[in-house]
């Protein structure tokens, strides 16, 4: 029997199930082509509802037996689809039962990275969110949460599950997960693998065993994770009173994945990417990505495993809070201010650019068709914004309150969105029925600001709205933090930071007893993720780029001019001020400011920004114009400043051994960005012997990625003979030569190293490298106007969707700004989309994304 198309799955049909399941276990008999399982489930009725049927589901498996309470089921017992297997309810025990079954699957074949599959010659998992249903028959669904058994029969020599090791002998090894957890959750690993292994002793004193499992030859690159995975537990422990439960937690790094890590319980599974690093192979940036991405998975053991989430709509509740949290970890970390800029350039990079096109969604979504598709950016980073506007309106106190009475009250429980705000409520006493609409809302609100100033009273009118988005014509006010505070005339705060709560479509706010006009500083720490359309004039700020004291709008003020250079520059050729080039200049020079801020300050709007920059200002963004106006302005910045960047190349040197703390991290980023502004000026020399000279990854690529663009074609050469035996680091040689080929050759750069013999098209990350370098990294190459760039991506989506459908969907996102471009553009990215839309065997995951992006 099969199924019919796709169906569309709606939040308003949830509906508790008819049983749950008391206690799981499962027997593993390992082999890549016929692995057994072997599944014991007891179930118990649900009394909430009426007696109902049982249903299961499975996926890709091969049964071979089922009994209830040891009575084997024959065929017309039970019906089977492709997706499910049900038994209808006078088939079942009247209140409880066991179920057993046992299955087929082949690992080896699973190309998708969904279910059981093997990567680099061993076992892995990877559940979330429905792929527990290709290991066996079972109620895949996160609200049904149960203690497993796991028995591992395998001569691999490492056999590991969730939980705590329960016994070990011959080629069998038994775990136990005391804590109930949704099927999302399981993990299973197999290899001959190796551990680096350390301990924890949680603050009541019970000792914690853990390993980080790599593949021989990389156990020399565990050491950063180890430390940051024991800063993630002592972070938690002190600022949310979260202990961590088991008495070992296991992390496995995996060089075929789908995303970035897996928070199974006691299991986290890792891509290599973000566990591996030593520090001629990794870059500031990536063990950054490290401590974030460890303390995130390791934080999800409370935000998401002892808490999970009723259903897929959910996700938020566990991701943006887990975002959340992560960002506030880093944030104390490595420094506040230049962490909050990090979030909102990614922010405003992902998340603006979903909400702003035909992939707009709520950060809880209504209804899906596959839910990998919604592991958005919406929901994870948009999610943990509302939260951090959460907090700022009930206060840290509250904030403390509300998260003490959610883990003491649905500890052990499958939430909803309307459990958390209630915590909120009955801890704090604050109504959030307005506040709740940013979970129902898609769409990026705009704010604007008018501002008076009469007899000592400053005036601020401040409107909102909110364009409509697919499928939401009518949009609400939202309630909206707007921090802000006052500087004076002479650079003096005259007025400190104060939160504005916005909630009509348009409200007037009061500042008394000022003895002149001030300069307002709006939007302090981005208080909420909201478009200013408010662009006070050159002068004021110039002055807030001097003098604001919230680090944020100082940086954004340097921002903005940016921005408005280069669309001036756009539209008619003005050339950039010499005031605009001297004020950046004078930020960058101040050495009492942090290296890594003026790195950011430095750095020039992005591509994508000055595209929608573009729209916004009226105009038809044309790629290959941005990206050399764009070039212009850094080659402009850097002739002004050139004695500036001179002296902060020489300066910026980090003496001693190799450290990715902060500050030696935020020097490299600032002699980096000199050095990147420098080379077009005086010639390659200096990159090549920043090239030659560096002792770790993050020096070496910033001056390979110099001397690509200034068309050095043998340094390409050399690196691949130095890091060939190295795959993360290979990925970097792919992604770097594609990212910085001149727009005109990216394309033909991008094809030919797809045929390569190292580039692996099944393995995510080399894909990403290539593909995704191609239209992420590389905007002006990717829309070539002969469309070459859409028909390159479109074949590799297609060819991609028959082995991994989660990964080509979530890479056909490259599409979906096709509506910001010119008409032969579009044209030209609409026949790509009804070419894959039109494609035999599409998966539901592209067809749901193409569909979206054409109807939107
Ligand atoms: N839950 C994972 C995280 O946020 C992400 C993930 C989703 C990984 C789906 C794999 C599959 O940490
Ligand atoms: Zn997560």
């Not at 490299?668 to 990159?687: E, K, S």
Request: hydrophobic share 40%; with cysteine; net charge negative.
């Amino acid at each position: 029997m099969r199924d019919a198309a796709p169906q569309t799955i709606h939040l308003s049909d949830y509906t508790p199930p008819n049983w749950w399941v008391e206690a799981v276990e499962l027997d593993f008999t390992l082999d890549p082509k016929v692995t057994r399982v072997t599944s014991r489930i007891r179930f118990v009725r649900n009394t909430q509802v009426a007696r109902g049927d049982l249903h299961l589901d499975g996926e890709a498996l091969t049964l071979i037996s089922a009994s209830i309470d040891g009575a084997s089921l024959s065929e017309n017992e039970y019906q089977r689809t492709d997706t499910a297997l049900t038994v209808p309810a006078d088939r079942l025990p009247e209140d409880a039962f066991t179920w057993e079954a046992e299955v087929q699957i082949s690992p080896a074949e699973n190309t998708a990275l969904e279910g059981l599959y093997m990567s680099g010659g061993m076992y892995c998992t990877q559940c979330e969110a429905e792929g527990f249903r290709k290991i066996t028959y079972y109620p895949d669904r996160p609200d049904v949460m149960a203690p497993f058994t796991v028995r591992i029969d395998s001569p691999m020599p490492v056999l590991l599950s969730n939980g705590n090791p329960v016994d070990r002998h011959g080629h069998i090894a038994e775990w136990h997960d005391p804590w109930p957890k949704p099927a999302y959750l399981f993990a299973l690993v197999a290899g001959d693998l190796v551990a680096y292994s350390d301990h924890f002793i949680t603050r009541s004193g019970r000792t914690v065993a853990l390993n980080i499992w790599v593949r021989r030859g990389d156990e020399g690159k565990t050491h950063y994770a180890m430390g940051a995975l024991k800063r993630a537990m002592t972070w938690d422990e002190e600022v949310y009173a979260r202990e961590y439960d088991l008495d070992v937690f296991n992390i496995v790094a995996v060089d075929d994945f789908n995303m970035g890590a897996m928070e199974n319980k006691g299991l986290n599974v890792f891509n290599s990417k973000y566990v591996l690093a030593s520090p001629e192979t990794a870059t500031d940036r990536d063990y950054e990505l490290i401590e974030g991405i460890i303390a995130h998975e390791y934080f999800h053991n409370w935000t998401g495993n002892r808490i999970t989430c009723r259903d897929w709509f959910q996700l938020c509740l566990k991701e943006g809070l887990t975002v959340f949290r992560d960002q506030q970890f880093s944030g104390d970390m490595r420094g506040e201010a230049v962490q909050r800029i990090d979030n909102v350039l990614q922010l405003r990079a992902r998340q603006f650019r979903e909400d702003a096109g035909p992939l707009a969604h709520p950060v809880r979504p209504e209804s899906f068709v596959e839910i990998n598709n919604f592991y958005s950016a919406t929901v994870y980073e948009k999610g943990a914004e509302v939260i951090g506007m959460l907090k700022r309106l009930v206060g840290d106190d509250g904030y403390d309150k509300a998260l003490d009475l959610y883990f003491t009250r649905h500890d052990g429980e499958a939430a909803t969105i309307e459990d958390w705000l209630r915590v909120f409520e009955d801890a704090t006493g604050r109504d959030l029925s307005q506040f709740k609409l940013w979970y129902l809302q898609a769409g990026t609100p705009r704010i604007s600001v008018r501002d008076d100033f009469k007899n000592g009273t400053y005036i601020l009118d401040i409107t909102q709205v909110t364009n409509p988005t697919s499928g939401q014509a009518d949009k609400h006010p939202l309630v909206i933090p707007v921090a802000v505070g006052l500087i004076g005339a002479d650079g003096e705060e005259v007025v400190p930071t104060r939160v504005l709560e916005l909630t009509q479509t348009r409200q007037s706010f009061r500042f008394e007893g000022l003895s002149a006009r001030p300069v307002p500083s709006i939007l302090r720490g981005f208080s909420a993720p909201v478009i200013l359309d408010y662009t006070p004039g050159f002068e004021d700020r110039a002055l807030l780029l001097a003098h604001d004291t919230d680090p944020f709008n100082k940086w954004e003020a340097g921002r903005s001019l940016s921005r408005d250079t280069l669309l001036a520059m756009l539209r008619d050729g003005t050339p950039p001020a010499a005031a605009f080039l001297d004020a950046l200049t004078t930020v960058v020079r101040d050495d009492t400011l942090d290296p890594a801020f003026r790195a950011l300050v430095l750095a020039l709007p992005s591509e994508h920004e000055i595209t929608q920059g573009c729209v916004d200002a009226g105009m038809v963004p044309d790629p290959t114009q941005i990206h050399e106006t764009r070039k212009a302005l850094a080659d402009r910045i850097a002739g002004a400043a050139r004695d500036t960047l001179e002296a902060i190349y020489n300066q910026m040197v980090t003496a001693g051994s190799y450290s990715s703390d902060s500050v030696p991290s935020g020097k490299r980023a600032l002699r980096n960005t000199a050095l990147r502004l420098l080379t077009p000026l005086d010639g390659p020399a200096r990159a090549r012997a920043h090239y030659d000279t560096a002792t770790n990854m993050t020096d070496q690529l910033a001056a390979f990625a110099c001397l690509l663009d200034a068309g050095d074609t043998e340094v390409a050469v050399r690196f691949h003979d130095q890091w060939q035996h190295d795959r993360l680091v290979l990925d970097k040689w792919f992604m770097l030569q594609v990212a910085h080929a001149k727009p005109q050759d990216a394309v033909k750069y991008a094809k030919s190293l797809s045929e390569h013999i190292d580039f692996d098209w099944k393995n995510p990350n080399r894909f990403r490298s290539v593909i995704g370098g191609l239209t992420a990294t590389n905007p002006a190459g990717f829309h070539d106007p002969s469309g070459a760039g859409y028909a390159f991506l479109a074949d590799w989506l297609l060819r991609l969707d028959a082995i991994n459908p989660q990964t080509a969907a979530r890479m056909s996102t490259a599409f979906e700004t096709w509506r910001l471009f010119d008409v032969d553009r579009q044209a030209l990215i609409e026949e790509q989309l009804r070419r894959i839309a039109g494609a035999d065997g599409l998966s539901r995951d592209l067809t749901e994304m193409v569909g979206r992006m054409m109807a939107g």
